[in-house]
């Protein structure tokens, strides 16, 4: 029965949301730390994701959260056009 559950369950959310599962590419380009010792991170392939920190692991955190808030749907409810995506970063120097 709980198979029987989940099915319908799929089905039922089907029909307000589309996942598709597709892999993107982006590159993360970091500055050298300002006099103050911040990092600036940017992600080249799209404008106005950029963050700091004070380490590159720090910046890289930050830019990719940056990005995620983006790319995020501004309200919470399901649409026909929502979609799931997974985001590989490179790092560059």
Known sequence: MATESASRERATSSRYRTIVSERLRFTISFEEPDEEGWIVA?????????????????????????????????????????????????AIA
């Open 42 to 90: 940017r992600v080249v392939e799209v404008p106005g994701a950029i963050s700091q920190g004070r380490t590159r692991g720090e910046a890289r955190e930050n830019v990719i959260d940056a990005l995620r808030l983006m790319l995020s749907p501004e309200g919470d409810a399901p649409s026909g056009t929502d979609e799931s995506v997974e985001l590989e970063l490179q």
